[in-house]
């Protein structure tokens, strides 16, 4: 099975367009060890020609074209990409859907909820429902994604639910604490190869690890996490936002109830921090940010790390 990074930043990418933090300037003016970031997305196959692609971000179409293996292939038109699963219905994980327009067939999976999100937005119809089927994917239901003509992809998925928020722009002020977040508002999944067996995690927004999702990631053998911030308080601190990271549904890297110390003892096989925020430290080289996170056995996704099991 092969694994693509197209995308590891969190919203707005780093950097960020309006943005001129101490990161973004660097990252801006070609400092090397500011290396720039687009918005997070996965790509995974399990024969290196079908493709699922995981989230479809804004960026979508600089992704495509900086990744060869997801280049047109056998004639003027088409392309390797098969299918596409949301965890979200997130700005960063759903706009790109629009990229993918251009009258190429593929299967759309997300969960009941967020099938209804892009149902109620006209503009996703751009996507013709004769060449892109909109399929359900059930919470804690293990199913194999197949492409738009029925044909499997030699994978197998499990969504789940992960504590998290609904997208910002569904949030209803009025419904309390929560903002109105249901369940499927927030799935993570676990990716396997339907022959070996071989399966990860890919888990871009959580807001905390409870003891059952510590439990059910011991000993996995790869685990893609949230990494948008390094404190919870990181926006408010640098003067770039207002909330913290627990209020926009992610949970911190550092700290005892960070995930570094979460995942202290869980003995994941590989350990990787993606959807990372323009405002985390992290993404500087030679931070001590980053040299704690990777002293802890973490690796900082960048756009293009490719790996297989």
Known sequence: MKILVLGSAAGGGFPQWNCAC??????????PAAKPRTQSSLAVSADGGRWLLLNASPDLGAQLL?????????????NPISAALLTNADIDHVAGL????????????????????????????VLNPQLVPRRVMTL????????????????????FAVPGKVALYLEDAAAGPGFGSVAEDTVALRIADASSGRAFFYIPGCAALPGWLADRLRGAELVFFDGTTWTDD?????????????????????????SIAAFDGLGVGRRIFIHINNTNPVLLEESPERRAAEAAGWTIAHDGLELTL
Do not use: I
């Not at 973004?24 to 003016?29: K, N, P």
């Open 22 to 31: 101490e990161g973004c300037r660097r990252a801006r003016s070609g400092d």
């Open 98 to 125: 629009l990229t993918l327009r251009e009258s190429h067939p593929f299967a759309l999976y997300a969960t009941q909820r967020v099938q209804g999100v892009l149902a109620a937005n006209s503009v996703f119809n």
């Open 66 to 78: 900086a990744s060869p293996p997801l280049h047109p292939r056998g004639g003027l038109r088409g």
């Open 234 to 258: 990181e926006m408010q601190r640098t003067g770039t936002g207002t909330k913290t990271a627990a209020r926009m549904g992610h949970m911190a890297m550092s700290g005892p109830g960070g």
């Open 140 to 159: 804690g239901q293990p199913f194999r994604p197949a492409d738009a003509a029925g044909t499997p992809l030699g994978l197998e998925v499990e969504a």
